[in-house]
C-alpha cells in the first residue's frame, strides 16, 4: 500500500466538498472579499490539536473547515447538511485522490463531522482527521502542515483563476 501524504489528504477533503457541493460554487482559500460570490465555500487553514496517546504514539487532529456562503440561512444549512450525509452515508471514509484527481482505491476515515451557523447566510461544517504516528517518525509531517495546506490547495486557486 502505497503512502498517503499530508498534501493528498487535505487536497482530497477539498475536493471532495467542491465536487459534492452546488454546481458554481466558487471556493476562496485566502479570505473571502466583502463581496463574495454565493453561492461559495471558504477553507480557512485547518487547525491542529495534538496529544499523547502511549508512551510512543502522538495524535494529531486535523480540522478542516468548510463555511458554506449562501444568501439564505436555509440555503447554507442544506449545503452543509448535504456535506455532512454524504460524509455519513460513506462511512466516514474520503476517497484520496492522486495529483491527477485520479482515485488512488485508498480513503481517509474522518470523525463526525459538525455543523453550525457562523452568521446570516454562513455555516461551518467541521471534519476531524486523526493522524496518529510515533515519536521521531515522522516529524516532517508535523513541522511543513502550513506549507502543506498551501500547496495542497495552490491547484484549486488556479483552477478558480481559470
Sequence with gaps: ????TLEQSM????????????EGTKAYFDETPD??????VYFPVPYVDGRQVTLKTYLNT????????ARTDWE???RAAKIRDLLTLNRLHIPILNKDGTKT???????QPQQRKI??????LSIPVKDYYYWNVEYDK?????????????????????
Excluded: L
Design 11 to 22: 487536497a482530497s477533503v477539498v475536493r471532495f466538498i467542491i465536487d459534492n457541493d452546488t
Design 76 to 78: 447554507a444549512e442544506a
Design 62 to 69: 486535523i480540522t478542516f473547515v468548510a463555511w458554506f456562503q
Design 35 to 40: 463581496s463574495f460570490y454565493s453561492p461559495s
Design 119 to 124: 452568521e446570516e447566510g454562513i455555516v461551518s
Design 142 to 162: 508535523i513541522n511543513h502542515f502550513i506549507p502543506e495546506w498551501k500547496e495542497a490547495t495552490d491547484n484549486f486557486r488556479e483552477e478558480d483563476n481559470k
Design 105 to 111: 482505491g485508498q480513503s481517509i476515515a474522518v470523525d
Design 1 to 4: 500500500m502505497a503512502s498517503i
